[in-house]
């Protein structure tokens, strides 16, 4: 199934429109990439999103998810060739982080 992504609006060192361009990429999905100065948005994103945070997606039918983890698993939703949506990869995924917090703690 080829899922119609319209594109991307990006900002490279953004961490939630990291997790959006990975989950994109973990999907295998291509999508146009629109980096944003977020000093200075676009109008064009503004108007599809008002509050103004990236990551935005915009699907071809007109679409628009803008939250970071509402993309990813949108995309690996289209396609997850490794499984990662897999509740057992999620709870390997959660002990690992249990695991990584009770470490800390001591
Ligand atoms: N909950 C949002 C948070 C997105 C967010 O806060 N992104 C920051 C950049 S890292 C942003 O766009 N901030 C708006 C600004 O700086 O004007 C998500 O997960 O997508």
């Keep these: 199934m080829t899922a119609s992504l319209d594109c991307l ?8 429109a990291m ?3 990975m989950g994109a990429l973990f999907a295998g999905l291509q999508v146009e990439l629109r980096e944003v100065t977020l000093k200075n948005k676009p109008a064009q994103m503004l ?3 008002p509050k103004g945070t ?6 071809a039918d007109g679409a628009v998810i803008d939250e970071s983890r509402d993309i990813m698993v949108w995309a690996l939703e289209q396609q997850d060739p490794q499984g990662l949506l897999d509740a057992t ?17 001591e």
């Design 9 to 16: 609006y990006s900002f490279r060192r953004c961490p939630y």
């Design 19 to 21: 997790r959006a361009r």
């Design 47 to 49: 108007a599809i999103s």
């Design 54 to 59: 990236v990551p935005v997606l915009r699907l």
């Design 89 to 105: 990869v999620l709870d390997q995924a959660n002990a690992c982080l249990l695991y990584t917090s009770d470490a800390a703690d």
